[in-house]
């Protein structure tokens, strides 16, 4: 059993990504930090930059998830966060009834099933931490309110995406309830309009960093800290 606290973070295979900045950030928070994506190359790389340990996992995959959770229990004993970043299927330009039903089952295995898959696997090593901190990053295009990028306004469409960010917002909130009473806790998380990708700064997407901050706000709650919310930049926002 490691005295120093364990984190994974799914979905970090790119440099200019979310999850490899909130990696960095957790480990030079003191964590010990796991990675996880599908692109070993890459990610194997990048862990190294920063001290984490690389691991190939696919999110959508039920035996990948069971044996990687073995293979942590096994080594390390325990787990003191989850972060659920991994996530694609940006269907830009898309409408609901364009949408490939294909499409749809493929986008809601990995930005919904992936998260639960993996919280299924996780929580038994998350009790053991004592404070175990679940964090799913979703996102405001799955949110009734968000005025830019909300479920009635975005001005990309975006329905299978957003679709399966309120999906996550919803289990989040079951979960909460399911675990009220045990020490972990769970969150959804919006990083914000996040340029990790060439050219949407320019269309007002702030800093990787900023993004990643509001994500590690969510790992680093203090035992009275809130679960079962929707957050960004560690106030509640609006569903
Ligand atoms: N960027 C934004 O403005 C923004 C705003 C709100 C919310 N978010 C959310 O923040 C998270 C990260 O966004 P990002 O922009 O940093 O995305 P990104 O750079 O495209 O990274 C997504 C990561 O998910 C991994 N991934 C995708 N499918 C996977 C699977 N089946 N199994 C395992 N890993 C998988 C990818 O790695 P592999 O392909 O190597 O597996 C990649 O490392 C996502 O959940 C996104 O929805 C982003």
Known sequence: MIEEKLAIV?????????GFETAK???ELGYRVIVTARNVDSLAALADQIGAIARPLDITDDKSVQQFAQEVEQQF????ALVNNAG???????????AEMDFVKDAFDANLLGAWRMIKAFVPLLEKSGHGRIVNVSSGAGSFTDPVFGLPHHPNGVPVYALTKLAL???TVK????LEGSTIKINAVCPGFVATYPGTAEWGARPVQEGAKSI??????PDDGPSGGFFRDGQPIAW
């Open 88 to 98: 694609a299927y940006f269907d830009a330009g898309q409408q609901p009834l364009s």
């Open 175 to 178: 979960l909460a309830k399911q």
């Open 169 to 171: 917002n919803g289990l």
């Open 10 to 18: 799914t979905g970090a295979s790119r440099e200019t990504g979310l």
């Open 25 to 27: 950030q957790l480990t």
């Open 216 to 221: 590690v706000w969510g790992v680093t709650l």
């Open 77 to 80: 004993g325990k787990l003191d």
